[in-house]
């Protein structure tokens, strides 16, 4: 009965090794869709768990369609070592990530290597109005140092700093092409963070200060043409906002809250 019960046992071990280790990529999509609410998704998954590639796409659409929203496809590596309790993963995109992201951690805390991800500036049209109708063009890149993150309960803590780089925008509505080139930096403390949006060059001119809380996006700036171009940029800058007084000049109140 001994013996039984042991091979009974081994079976049993084999089968389940098997199975683990032939866990479709799908799977992880699944974990995606939970952790994010069903906002982000990963689309036509191949592979398994442990080795697969799939697109980070949004929330699927009419008929279960699911678009993409970065260029290329995510590949990953990940340790059966988070089994028990120890994440190690390795993702690669050559298309979206200036190198390939280590994510190292336990099943509630990660670190995350330095990197770059580019963005679309298409997708910017997506936010709706204003931004829909300007049809935002130019290069969006995101960079962070070595980040720390967290979950806590349903939400999620970042500790680090992330700066968006928006590198010769343009917009369909101007005839001034590129409008200019601007930077915000996010320094992120826990489940918020403090925002600071400046312009490095261009006729455009974008500055103002802002937090991140929990989701909920405060800002509060301001924009104006550069001396020079008050009449050609003056239809688009309406079109951003509300005419207001600052020091005896006109500028436009960006304000969200």
């Known amino acids: 009965m ?38 982000l998704t990963l689309g036509d998954a191949q592979g398994t768990l442990w080795n697969g590639s799939a697109f980070l796409g949004g929330a699927p659409g009419e008929g279960g369609a699911v678009t993409p929203l970065l260029p290329g496809r995510f590949a990953w590596r990940l340790s059966p070592a988070v089994l028990v309790g120890r994440v190690s993963m390795h993702v690669e995109n050559p ?15 990660w670190q995350v290597s330095p990197g770059e991800l ?18 935002p063009t130019g290069t969006i890149k995101l960079n962070w140092n070595a980040l720390e993150v ?66 909920r996006l405060q800002f509060s700036g301001q924009a104006e043409a550069a001396e020079g171009y008050e009449d050609t940029l003056g239809n688009m800058l309406n079109l ?7 020091n005896g000049k006109k500028v436009i109140a960006l304000e969200f809250r």
């Open 118 to 135: 580019l963005l679309p500036a298409a997708g910017l049209a997506g936010l709706g109005a204003p931004l829909n109708t300007l049809a």
């Open 150 to 215: 967290a979950r806590q309960g349903q939400m999620v803590a970042v500790t680090g700093r992330t700066v968006l780089s928006m590198t010769d925008m343009g917009s369909r509505m101007s005839p001034i092409k590129p409008l200019g080139s601007y930077e915000m930096a996010m320094d992120w403390h826990g489940q918020q963070a403090a925002l600071v949006l400046r312009t490095l060059r261009g006729p455009l001119l974008l500055s103002g200060n802002g937090s991140l809380q929990n989701g």
């Open 2 to 39: 001994r013996r039984l019960l042991l091979w009974l046992a081994l079976v049993a071990l084999v089968v389940a090794l098997t199975v683990l280790a032939f866990l479709p990529a799908s799977w992880l999509g699944q974990m995606v869709e939970q952790q994010t609410g069903g906002r």
């Open 240 to 246: 951003l906002g509300q005419r207001r007084m600052v």
């Open 95 to 109: 298309q979206a990530l200036s190198q390939p992201l280590a994510i190292e951690g336990s099943w509630s805390e």
